[in-house]
C-alpha cells in the first residue's frame, strides 16, 4: 500500500510539473487530468474513499470541462489549421497514456490485494467531510470559490478581443 502511495505521489508530483511547462493548453489540461486522478489514488491510499471519489467527479469532471469551455471560449488560437492537426496527433498523447497507465496499475494493484486502503490514519465518512467542509473551512471554501471565479472573469477579460472603432 506504500509503494502505491509514494507511486501515485510521484505520478502528481511529474504530472503537475508538466501541466506547469505545456506550451499547449490541450496538453496543459490533459496532464492535469492525470495529476488529478493521482491525487485521488494518493486520497485512496490515505484511507479516504469518499474524497477520491470528489477528487474525481468535482476536480477531473466537472472542473476539467469548465477549463476546456473557458479555452474555447476564448479561442486564443484562432482558425483550426496545423496546429490544431498537431495537437491532435496520437504521440501527443503517449505522455498522459503512460502517467494513467501507471496509475491504473498502481490501482488495480492495491483493489487485487484487497488490503486496507490506507498508509495511515482511519477511514473518513462522508458526514464529516460534509461537518468540516460547511463547519470551521467554510469560509475557506467560500473563498476558493470567489478564487475561481475570479480568475474565470479575468481570463475572459483578458483574452476579449478589442473591437475595432468600425463596430468589427
Known amino acids: 500500500m ?12 511529474i504530472a503537475t510539473l508538466l501541466v506547469v511547462t505545456r506550451r499547449s493548453t490541450i496538453h496543459a489540461l490533459l ?4 495529476s488529478l486522478f493521482a491525487v485521488a489514488v494518493v486520497f485512496y ?3 479516504a474513499p469518499f474524497v477520491a471519489a ?5 476536480y477531473a469532471g466537472a472542473i476539467i470541462v469548465l477549463f476546456l469551455f473557458t479555452v474555447m471560449l476564448l479561442n486564443i488560437g484562432g482558425e483550426a489549421g496545423p496546429d490544431a492537426r498537431r495537437r491532435l496527433r496520437p504521440a501527443s498523447w503517449i505522455g498522459p497514456g503512460v502517467l494513467a497507465a501507471v496509475l491504473l496499475v498502481g490501482l488495480v494493484a492495491i483493489i487485487a490485494s484487497g488490503a ?3 498508509v495511515g490514519g482511519r477511514a473518513v465518512e462522508p ?26 472573469i479575468g481570463a475572459r477579460h483578458l483574452g476579449q478581443r478589442r473591437r475595432e472603432p468600425d463596430g468589427r
Do not use: D, Q
Request: net charge negative.
Open 54 to 58: 470528489l477528487e474525481v467527479i468535482v
Open 127 to 152: 458526514r464529516e467531510v460534509g461537518v468540516a467542509l460547511y463547519g470551521p473551512y467554510a469560509i475557506g471554501v467560500e473563498l476558493a470559490s470567489t478564487l475561481l471565479l475570479a480568475a474565470l
Open 45 to 47: 491510499t490515505l484511507g
Open 2 to 13: 506504500t509503494v502505491a502511495f509514494y507511486i501515485a505521489g510521484a505520478v502528481a508530483v
Open 31 to 34: 496532464y492535469l487530468v492525470v
Open 116 to 118: 486496507n486502503a490506507r
